[in-house]
């Protein structure tokens, strides 16, 4: 069954310092999303591309956060400086269209802990 | 009008029960309503979904209830068992355009044995 992967699965930061997470969607998969998971909440999007182009990315912060897909395949997450806010589980997803009723594919996150 | 409300926040079922869980919606501009299903350290997965154009859908012991005239929809589990304890998001997304799904709060599922 195709996944969708990310790394690293585990991050510890020092707060200030910058960060990457890597996102790489299932084949052929032209929508991609980062969302963010704060312990006990539920997912919130930060970004959302269309093959290379953003489409949404109304709730990212930034000033501090930054994304890219730039071939329209994989996809980094960028935080800097961290924050000790920015502790959360950062989940990518992917969906062969813009259309959630397409079926969007979770990966296994990346777990930030900002010390 | 962007959110959805889901409760309980936890909800502990004996095995063979029914779990019941609840959400709320205020855009009726949304129009797919699917549930995930999480466990601890992995991504969240499709359970089951549906469209408004329906009251009821089931697949195996999972049914949702959907009532768009009070813009609620709920996740029944039949006969829970104890590898259903897991946290469940129900979610809403709009129909045209680039979409994203919001996301209820969760809630934690325990099914004791």
């Known amino acids: 069954e195709a996944e969708v992967a990310q790394s690293p699965r585990y991050k510890i930061t020092e707060k200030s310092q910058a960060v990457a997470f890597w996102c790489d969607p299932i084949s052929g998969h032209a929508t991609l999303y980062w969302y963010r998971q704060i312990l006990g909440q539920g997912p919130e999007l930060l970004v959302q591309f269309q093959d290379e182009s953003v489409v949404d990315d109304s709730q990212l912060p930034k000033d501090r956060f930054s994304a890219e897909r730039l071939k329209g395949v994989d996809s980094t997450l960028k935080i800097q400086p961290a924050e000790l806010g920015d502790s959360a589980m950062y989940l990518c997803?992917?969906?062969?269209?813009?259309?959630?009723?397409?079926?969007?594919?979770f990966g296994s996150g990346t777990r930030l802990t900002v010390v | 009008q962007q959110q959805v409300k889901q409760s309980p926040q936890s909800l502990i079922v004996q095995k063979g029960g029914i779990s019941i869980i609840n959400c709320a919606y205020e855009?009726?501009?949304?129009?797919?309503f699917p549930w995930y299903q999480q466990f601890p350290g992995k991504g969240p997965a499709l359970l089951i979904a549906?469209?408004?154009?329906?009251s009821e859908k089931k697949e195996g012991r999972f049914t949702i209830s959907f009532n768009k005239s009070a813009k609620q929809f709920s996740l029944h589990i039949m006969d829970s068992q104890p590898g259903d304890s897991a946290t469940y998001f129900c979610?809403?997304?709009?129909?045209?355009?680039?979409?994203?799904?919001?996301f209820g709060q969760g809630t934690r599922l325990t099914i004791n044995p």
């Open positions: 979610a809403a997304s709009r129909p045209q355009g680039a979409q994203k799904l919001v």
């Open positions: 997803a992917s969906s062969p269209r813009a259309q959630p009723l397409y079926g969007y594919t």
């Open positions: 549906i469209r408004p154009d329906v």
């Open positions: 855009n009726t501009a949304f129009d797919y």
